[in-house]
């Protein structure tokens, strides 16, 4: 038995997180202002910059919640090797149906192609790249009673092919103007790729304590809090065995994970740190750092 199975099983009796969120996630980008601007005119986001060059993104028009997305400009970045472990896509929760249609009539107008559009059963996703090659889906769930779940219990995803027809039928009688990704929209999960499912489950599930809720997916497992379908996606389709993040080219830079309380951050700090895992202090959060050199910043919720 490898020691991520070993470690997997020694902390699967440790609570799962309750009541957490996800963002921001920060990207590298080599062109800040490009970015920038394709988050505001494609997505809908609200730019807001930072004395430091950053671009911190929000929905709603809300400067006081916290950031979805912030971009950290490096125009010195090369490129992510393509087999690498790092982000396969950052995924933005819209609160209903309408807006993930009012968000598919802005990709459109704004001639940003789709990179694909699937019915996963528990949720309609749109999906589609940025400018310096990260991925995005854009997605709203549906209702938990109306989750299916197999015959051993485990909640039903699929990847089916999503009737966009259907989906531009909930713009009748929606405004004409586009008021930008609406509030409450949320970075609902985070879609990684990495070399290991094993090792990927032992620091994901076993030391941050999320629980797993799907491993129907060859090469994939879907982890989460709270029943959520999935707060965080894990993958090897293309990195199995492949090269760790590097923290010198585009791309992600890290994510955060935001806890109700700071008892609740340091309880799951303690842990990854007693796992063996490295973690160091950035002012008052703790930053992780799984088997893949992916960093993870555990933090707490602001209040509002």
Do not use: C, K
């Not at 092919?161 to 509030?183: F, H, T």
């Not at 999935?230 to 990195?239: A, D, F, P, R, V």
């Amino acid at each position: 038995m490898g020691r991520g199975v070993q470690l997997f099983m020694q902390l699967m009796a440790a609570p799962s997180p309750s009541s957490l969120s996800l963002g921001p996630i920060r990207l590298v980008v080599a062109d800040v202002a490009g970015a920038s601007a394709f988050y505001e005119r494609v997505i809908g986001l609200r730019p807001l910059p930072g004395d430091d060059g950053s671009v911190r993104l929000h929905a709603g028009g809300d400067p006081a919640g916290p950031a979805l997305v912030e971009l950290v400009p490096d125009a010195s970045a090369l490129p992510r090797a393509r087999h690498s472990s790092g982000l396969f896509h950052l995924a933005l929760l819209v609160p209903d149906r309408r807006a993930l249609a009012q968000a598919l009539r802005r990709v459109v107008t704004a001639s940003w192609r789709l990179d694909g559009a699937s019915d996963h059963l528990v949720s309609e996703a749109l999906y589609l790249s940025d400018p310096e090659g990260n991925g995005i889906e854009l997605y709203r769930d549906r209702p938990r009673a109306e989750w299916r779940r197999g015959e051993h219990g485990e909640l039903a995803m699929a990847t089916l092919p999503l009737d966009l027809d259907d989906l531009v039928r909930e713009l009748v009688d929606a405004p004409e103007q586009d008021a930008g990704m609406p509030a409450g929209t949320t970075l609902g999960h985070v879609h990684l790729q990495v070399a290991d499912l094993d090792a990927a489950e032992a620091f994901y599930a076993g030391a941050l304590g999320f629980d797993v809720m799907v491993r129907g997916y060859p090469g994939a497992l879907f982890v989460a809090a709270d029943g959520y379908h999935h707060h965080l996606g894990l993958n090897t389709w293309s990195s199995a065995g492949g090269p760790a993040a590097d923290p010198a080219t585009r791309g992600l830079r890290d994510f955060a994970i935001r806890y109700p309380s700071a008892e609740a951050r340091d309880a799951i700090a303690a842990r990854v740190a007693g796992a063996g895992y490295a973690l160091h202090a950035d002012g008052e959060d703790h930053v992780a750092t799984d088997p893949f050199g992916i960093a993870v910043r555990l933090t707490v919720d602001p209040p509002r």
